[in-house]
């Protein structure tokens, strides 16, 4: 059985210099928050009780992952530590640019948290046994490793209930297929409705698809424009569009019975008057 703490080894450091912080998602989405706003969340796990990170050197920060698991985000280094008695008025601007909580300006202290890059090789790759939901975000106890993905993976397929990809990992999956195979033959496998949101500005973009390798088939021509064809699409910045599923259609459905599926929800959503459907 392989350990973060050989892990750490392996790498040439010390597992008593390195606290394990698994944040939870109660203020904010860790691992959303992590790809699109680094800055957000390395302001927000600057915060902590006092004497929260004991004496290390250094935390390895992990999000929330499948069960009790969690997927390792990256290491950062602890380089001080401002009591609240000390902070300024800037600490307060920093809690209020990046919506964090007022209270933590008096009963918090901040640590001066910097990137270390010596693990980047395993981030959004490794995943350990954090244990249950009862054991502590913060650990000095050795975890098991269970997971080590393929590199350019964005992880396993699980339903389609959960199917919420940006644009980025749109294209890690489709330029990188042999790493993200249960999503490529899953995806290639259905037909069916799809749903791409403008992050921007809101508006929602009911589509379908109907012919070969089925929604992946559809969702691979997004990935290699940006827009797959769709005129409505073709001026917006696709690094904005978040694509998720909407319903699965049986194999034996003809085209019109996909289409006329997919009219059905752009009345639903209301997609024509309000959003990015034009017909």
Known sequence: MITIHR???IYGLNPANVRLVRHGNKEIPIYKTFKENLPRLEAYQSFQKPRKFGSVTSIAVFAP???TTALFLGLWDILGCTESSKFTKETLIELQKYDLPKSWYNDHVR???KKNNILDDLSERLVIEWGAATVSWVQSKDKEVVELKGKKSIGDFQSFAQVDLDFHDLKMMTQF??????????????????????KVSGKLYVGS?????GIYGRWLAYAQNGHGGNLELQDLDPINFQFSILE????TTTADGVIECENRWKEKLGTRQFGLNKN
């Not at 698809?209 to 390798?213: D, F, I, L, R, V």
């Not at 699965?248 to 194999?251: F, H, N, R, T």
């Open 65 to 67: 992952y499948h069960k």
């Open 7 to 9: 892990i750490f080894e």
């Open 177 to 198: 297929p042999d790493t993200n195979l249960t999503w490529v033959k899953t995806l290639s496998s259905v037909n069916g409705v799809y749903l791409i949101k403008d």
């Open 209 to 213: 698809a109907y012919g070969e390798q």
């Open 248 to 251: 699965i259609v049986p194999a």
């Open 111 to 113: 640590y001066d948290l």
